[in-house]
């Protein structure tokens, strides 16, 4: 045996293993390092946008616009529409609580289909939101019911713009509550919102359904004195996406930009219902100022 040729191997083996336990343990390092400058920057991200949608708060409780919505039942390929949309228009205000926290829409309805609406009419597929709340929560009190992460930087519309993804911190099921022929759900969503690198404005925020869920209708349904009795039915809510967007508005006497909503989109699909696939568009314009604030009593 040549112990010198073998004693050479063993200390290339053994050269070679250090090395790489070496490279390994850098790697380690590094990728930590990764992790501590995603949170750090995380945080950072939270902290400024939580300010700005802060401002956002108080600086919507002053407007007052102009909702343009439209309703458009669709085919199953969720694009071709089935028939003519309904037009509606409101005036749209954002309006606190006198008790409690958050915010709540208030709409008042001024034309369905381009014909003057009659006094309190409401569209024939209610829609109580257009999710402009929705940023809201970013605020400190708020984002303890979310799990974020930083998803880098990405493109929006042609620029670099900031990546939060966010789940629900807490899980809990779905539910459905009925109120005569209609129904309102209570369900979890995860999404992905946008911020201005610069100003830390929210761009757009984008929600999506987390799981589908079930439910089955009454078998009695009450309509005005009368109880009205018939078989059950199954819902099955199968999608529900939500794309919000936010943009500068500029205002005179004085000069004033706020940012504020420009537009929303929502696809629902409720296998069960009488329109199971709607597409409802919500445009904001002709922002004005007043000078009082509304409260909800």
């Given at each position: 045996m040549?112990?010198?040729?073998t004693?050479?191997?063993w200390?290339?083996?053994?050269?070679l293993?250090?090395?790489?336990?070496?490279?390994?343990?850098?790697?380690?390092?590094q990728?930590?390092?990764?992790?501590?400058?995603?949170?750090?920057?995380?945080?950072?991200i939270l902290?400024?946008a939580?300010?700005?949608i802060q401002?956002?708060?108080?600086?919507?409780?002053s407007?007052?616009?102009?909702?343009?919505?439209?309703?458009?039942?669709?085919?199953?390929?969720?694009?071709?529409?089935?028939?003519?949309?309904?037009?509606?228009?409101?005036?749209?205000?954002?309006?606190?609580?006198?008790?409690?926290?958050?915010?709540?829409?208030?709409?008042?309805?001024?034309?369905?289909?381009?014909?003057?609406?009659?006094k309190?009419?409401?569209?024939?597929?209610?829609d109580?939101?257009a999710y402009?709340?929705?940023?809201?929560m970013?605020?400190?009190?708020?984002?303890?019911?979310?799990?974020?992460?930083?998803?880098g930087?990405?493109?929006?519309?042609?620029r670099?713009?900031?990546?939060?993804?966010?789940?629900?911190?807490?899980?809990?099921?779905?539910?459905?509550?009925?109120?005569?022929?209609?129904?309102?759900?209570?369900?979890?969503?995860?999404?992905r919102?946008w911020?201005?690198?610069i100003?830390?404005?929210?761009?757009?925020?984008?929600?999506?359904?987390?799981?589908?869920?079930?439910?089955g209708?009454?078998?009695?349904?009450?309509?005005?004195?009368?109880?009205?009795?018939g078989?059950?039915?199954?819902?099955?809510?199968?999608?529900?996406?939500?794309?919000?967007?936010?943009?500068?508005?500029?205002?005179?006497?004085?000069?004033?930009?706020?940012?504020l909503?420009?537009?929303?989109?929502?696809?629902?699909?409720?296998?069960?219902?009488?329109?199971?696939?709607?597409?409802?568009?919500?445009?904001?314009?002709?922002y004005?100022?007043f000078?009082?604030?509304i409260?909800?009593?």
């Amino acid at each position: 045996m040549n112990l010198k040729h073998t004693t050479c191997r063993w200390v290339v083996l053994s050269l070679l293993m250090s090395l790489q336990s070496v490279a390994g343990f850098g790697q380690d390092q590094q990728s930590n390092s990764q992790d501590s400058d995603a949170s750090n920057r995380l945080v950072e991200i939270l902290q400024k946008a939580g300010e700005r949608i802060q401002k956002y708060t108080d600086d919507i409780l002053s407007v007052v616009c102009t909702e343009v919505t439209q309703q458009q039942e669709l085919q199953p390929d969720l694009k071709t529409p089935k028939n003519k949309p309904t037009d509606l228009v409101y005036d749209f205000i954002i309006a606190r609580p006198s008790s409690g926290t958050g915010l709540r829409e208030l709409r008042e309805m001024k034309s369905i289909n381009g014909k003057p609406a009659s006094k309190n009419a409401n569209a024939s597929f209610p829609d109580p939101t257009a999710y402009t709340t929705t940023a809201l929560m970013l605020l400190p009190r708020a984002r303890e019911n979310y799990t974020f992460s930083y998803a880098g930087t990405v493109d929006l519309d042609g620029r670099n713009v900031l990546a939060v993804d966010f789940v629900p911190a807490n899980r809990r099921a779905s539910t459905v509550v009925w109120e005569r022929q209609f129904f309102r759900m209570s369900f979890q969503s995860r999404g992905r919102i946008w911020i201005d690198p610069i100003s830390y404005d929210v761009l757009r925020i984008d929600t999506h359904l987390i799981e589908p869920f079930e439910s089955g209708s009454p078998r009695t349904v009450r309509k005005g004195p009368f109880v009205l009795f018939g078989p059950s039915r199954q819902f099955k809510v199968e999608m529900w996406d939500v794309a919000i967007r936010f943009g500068l508005v500029q205002f005179q006497d004085p000069d004033q930009k706020l940012w504020l909503p420009a537009s929303v989109e929502s696809l629902r699909v409720i296998q069960g219902s009488r329109i199971p696939r709607l597409r409802t568009t919500h445009t904001f314009t002709n922002y004005r100022r007043f000078t009082s604030q509304i409260k909800i009593q």
